[in-house]
């Protein structure tokens, strides 16, 4: 036990180590291309060849490990590398599904296709939320072209340039990582595989033959899948609302604190025992334009400063101090009132007290979002003269927010699907392929051969499950449960069968002592056994009764045939072996035969389990002194009333009879026999059956000649 978890330990630290090299070797191969293709100003990236090699030689885990490490050490030298991770994952799932059963000429064209679309089309989709259109970068040219002379649309032309660098990239990549695995040596790649086995491993075909099993309602391995996604997916959703959440906030918190700073600033600038004379002689004034001009200069130093003003509130409106020209807006003289605007009637109470005043936001269709932050002037007497305000614009931050919620969710993707990955991996190797594989091989207790049977459970044994927890002690347990079911099945069929032996020997020597007792008969039992099996064998070659002849059916009227006779027993010696003519009575006697044996194998049955062959035993007894018009005894039935193998006994009989000597009579030739036999059809006997045993005439002609040897 300790020699093979030792043995497994090093198996597992073995695949740990070839995934390792994989990756490093996947990676390199990215980062060298990629730094190439820059180097040289080529227009492609070359970034994802150590992906496709990867993902095609280790599956999704390897793929997705190099994609997503391949774009975070890029991000050293180009931070929004990072962003794309996605895209490479992306790649590394569509190569492993396409190469899953091996990389084939036919996988590359739609490989490249496949490939050019998640990195064309998705990757323009997030250069677009992150970036707009494309003002530098690879494709950037070739939008601008496109965009001057072919569409007007700057997404469509953004998406159709893209679309076609990632086509030649994606062809140079694929072609390339297909001339790689053909070059190797497949030993190498075979060491190179990487896989998560705890039992034996399995074939591809063994694979989809086990994973083809059947559930009542939602196989587990979609259950793991759902139950993942939906957490993974709830955690993501939480945490990038968190964080948007967050973003935004402190975000308005710091446009808020740089106007508080610009009205603060602009208050400053504002001596307030101007505030009258800069009303009544406005630029005018020296000072006025002094100061005007110290406002313009900070109005003009950032473009999120909107408006810029200074305002005397009184209750019949707004007096302008000063206002600042924009490209959209002319500024309103010195001195005029105006109404007063939206946010300053809804605060009118503390603006005319001279009171301090909360930011506001407010959003409409001419300016957009505007915060409006405001602080009062007051002079030496502590008496309000104005108010310094100035109008933030947020329409920046509603763009900073989309392109933070971009960034998030491009890298929830990469992440959500490597986790996604390694979870659907671990739950694969360690429940899904050992369960389906268990339950593939309990399919197999159906057969009836012990050596199936034995086969059967060396199979289950070689599944060699190991997972080192709950399902590897189910795994001992049904296989050591299975071994001894197998034992015990294989046992009971073999004191079954013996039972059945020590049966059948019992009544056929009742039949040998009841056939003993008639010193007419000869072997009559063993001749009409073989006579009714050639007319059965032959029947079915010429096609007849196909729905009753089956193996089963012919083996058991062949097993019944030597207890025809049973009811004999109740026939006395004397008439049994009378040397006379049999007087009416003696004649009724011995025709009660076929009832007597029909209730000693009916009491027979009674007692036992397994009755296949009893039951023709019982129709044969009963029956096979009946004839075809209608004319025999007991029951006088007629045609394909009488059944089959009664039939077949009718024949056998009575020509067993014409062979042998009696009392009262000669044998008979065989061709007499045979022609009488023949005569028989249609009225003594089944004609089909007729029609078989002549067509056998020669079989039988040689069970004849044995039997008088």
């Known amino acids: 036990m300790t020699e093979n978890l030792q043995s497994r330990r090093l198996i597992d630290a073995g695949r740990v180590i070839k995934m390792v090299i994989l990756c490093v ?43 997503l490490t391949t774009n975070v050490l890029k991000s050293v030298s180009d931070w929004p590398s990072v962003y794309y991770g996605t895209l490479n994952v992306m790649i590394a799932v569509a190569t492993a599904l396409f190469t899953r059963d091996g990389f084939k000429k036919k996988h590359i064209l739609p490989l490249i296709f496949v490939l050019a679309a998640i990195g064309g089309f998705l990757g323009s989709v997030l250069t677009w939320f992150l970036f707009g259109f494309a003002g530098e970068g690879i494709s ?7 965009h001057t002379h072919l569409f007007q649309s700057t997404v469509l032309s953004q998406l159709t340039a893209d679309f076609c660098i990632d086509l030649g990239d994606k062809a140079i990549s694929v072609v390339a990582a297909f001339l790689v695995l053909l070059i190797v040596p ?35 391995r979609t259950k793991l899948l759902l139950l993942l996604s939906a957490a993974i997916t709830t955690i993501a959703v939480v945490s990038i609302a968190i964080g948007y959440y967050l973003f935004r906030e402190t975000t308005i918190k710091d446009h808020t604190e740089f106007a ?44 999120n400063i909107q408006f810029m003003y200074v305002y005397q509130v009184l209750e019949d409106g707004c007096r302008v101090v000063f206002d600042m020209d924009t490209e959209e807006v002319e500024a309103n003289d010195p001195g005029i009132v105006i ?13 005319l007290a001279g009171n301090p005043v909360e930011p506001t936001v407010s959003n409409d269709k001419r300016f957009g979002w505007v915060l409006s932050v405001y602080e009062p002037i007051y002079d030496k007497d502590g008496r309000c003269v104005c108010y310094s305000c100035a109008d933030i614009s947020m329409n920046q931050l509603s763009e900073l927010t989309h392109v933070y919620l971009a960034k998030e969710i491009s890298l929830f993707l990469g992440i959500f699907i490597l986790v996604l990955v390694i979870g659907v991996w671990l739950a694969d190797y360690h429940i899904i ?33 190991h997972t080192g927890d709950e399902i590897e002690n189910l795994y001992n347990a049904y296989a050591q449960t299975t071994e001894e079911s197998m034992h015990y099945l294989t046992e009971s069929r073999r004191k079954s069968r013996q039972i ?38 032959k029947l079915k070659e010429m096609g007849e009764y196909p729905e009753i002849l089956t193996d089963e059916y012919i083996g058991n009227v062949v097993r019944a045939a030597p207890l025809h006779d049973i009811g004999k027993i109740n026939i006395p010696d004397a008439i049994l072996n009378s040397p006379e003519k049999l007087t009416d009575e003696q004649y009724s006697k011995m025709k009660s035969h076929t009832v007597a044996g029909y209730e000693i194998i009916e009491k027979a049955i009674a007692n036992l389990e397994d009755t296949g062959y009893l039951e023709q035993a019982k129709q044969m007894a009963h029956y096979h002194h009946e004839r075809w018009d209608g004319s025999g005894y007991p029951s006088h039935l007629k045609g394909e009333e009488i059944p089959l193998s009664a039939r077949i006994m009718a024949v056998a009989d009575v020509f067993d009879a014409l062979m042998s000597k009696r009392s009262y009579k000669e044998p008979f030739t065989f061709e007499k026999a045979m022609s009488l036999i023949e005569e028989g059809a249609g009225t003594h006997f089944d004609p089909k059956v007729v029609a078989a045993f002549s067509a056998a005439a020669e079989e039988v002609r040689k069970v004849s000649m044995k039997f008088s040897e």
Not at 200 to 220: A, Y
Not at 434 to 443: F, Q, R, T, V
Not at 502 to 511: E, K, W
């Open 25 to 67: 070797l996947g990676i390199a191969v990215n980062v060298l291309l990629s730094s190439l293709s820059g180097k040289y100003g080529l227009p492609f990236y070359l970034d994802s060849v150590g992906t496709i090699i990867s993902a095609s030689i280790g599956g999704f885990l390897p793929g997705i490990i190099v994609g």
């Open 140 to 146: 950037a040219d070739l939008a601008t072209w496109i």
């Open 186 to 220: 497949k030993p190498i790649v075979e060491e190179l595989r990487f896989y998560g086995w705890c039992q034996r491993p399995l074939s591809f075909r063994e694979l989809k033959m086990i994973n083809k099993t059947r559930v009542r309602q939602m196989s587990l």
């Open 260 to 303: 508080r700073g610009i009205v603060k600033y602009q208050a400053d600038c504002i001596d307030p025992e101007m505030i009258d004379k800069y009303l009544t002689y406005g630029r005018g004034l020296p000072e006025y334009k002094e100061t005007e001009e110290q406002l313009r200069l900070t109005f003009i130093s950032s473009e």
């Open 339 to 351: 109404h007063h605007p939206e946010d300053i009637e809804k605060h009118l109470d503390d603006f």
């Open 433 to 465: 392929f050992p369960l389906n594989s268990m339950s593939h091989g309990a399919n197999t207790f159906a057969y009836t051969s012990t050596d199936e049977r034995n086969a059967s459970v060396e199979r289950i044994k070689a599944l060699d499950i």
């Open 500 to 537: 059945d032996k020590l049966q059948g020997g019992l009544l056929m020597v009742l039949a040998d002592i009841i056939e003993s007792r008639d010193k007419c008969t000869g072997d009559h039992i063993r001749k009409t056994a073989e006579y009714s099996k050639i007319i059965l064998k």
